[in-house]
């Protein structure tokens, strides 16, 4: 059961251009979300974080939507640079979960910024 | 500030063996968590430790099992190996135990289970 969904695989861009990266879940428990970005060889690195009591956090460059109704969120990228390309991924807490301080991460999308 | 490291960073076993991997956690950080990647997913949570207490655990069997030090650094160790154990054991380390901590990953440790 994938509880966090990216569905887009890969995305490619232009440098200077939006990236959107989208995150869909099905666990309404769900109260935080963060992205996370991965270079190869190295292990994620935190990007943006998001509670379920905003619908919008801003950091620099990189914004993130959270939609609590559509069960949805939304990582934008403005402008996109070469150094972005990377996998990117989305994670979400329970708080009510089973499992103590875990994170449920979804497949991943390859984010491509062509100069 | 040292970083969450991790050895080794690649490993050869053969199916049936068992593997120990080790993490030392950020400086400061308490709580260290342990994530399987299968290629082309996303991390899956095995476990957490806290005041070298198992915190939290997920879908894995108990042929995985973990120890954390009082130097909060951890090992995992996976016993009777199977094929679909092969993948990138990540470690995470956290200042404190709590649902919206962001996580520190190390590099990584990849596994090939022949």
């Known amino acids: 059961d994938q509880q966090v969904k990216q569905n887009s695989p890969s995305l490619s861009v232009q440098e200077g251009r939006i990236s959107i990266l989208n995150c869909d879940y099905t666990n309404s428990m769900f109260d935080y979300f963060l992205w996370y970005k991965k270079y190869p060889a190295e292990g994620p690195t935190f990007l943006i974080s998001?509670?379920?009591?905003?619908d919008k956090n801003e950091d620099g460059r990189f914004t993130v939507f959270l939609n609590k109704s559509a069960k949805h969120l939304s990582l934008h990228i403005v402008p996109s640079q070469p150094g972005d390309s990377a996998v990117y991924f989305c994670a979400a807490s329970d708080p009510g979960g089973t499992s103590y301080g875990k994170l449920t991460f979804g497949q991943g999308t390859i984010l491509t910024v062509h100069p | 500030e040292t970083g969450v490291t991790q050895s080794p960073t690649h490993l050869i076993k053969t199916r049936g063996q068992q593997v120990t991997l080790r993490c030392s956690s950020q400086s400061g950080h308490n709580t260290v968590s342990w994530y399987q990647q299968a290629l082309g997913q996303g991390p899956q949570f095995i476990f957490q430790y806290y005041r070298e207490e198992e915190n939290g655990r997920g879908n894995f069997p108990p042929r995985f099992s973990g120890l954390q030090f009082p130097n909060y650094s951890s090992e995992l160790n996976v016993n009777a190996l199977e094929l679909d154990d092969s993948a990138l054991y990540l470690c995470?380390?956290?200042?404190?135990?709590?649902?919206?901590?962001?996580?520190?990953f190390g590099s990584g440790t990849q596994l090939s289970v022949l």
């Open positions: 998001i509670s379920s009591i905003k």
């Open positions: 995470a380390s956290s200042p404190k135990t709590a649902t919206n901590e962001k996580l520190f």
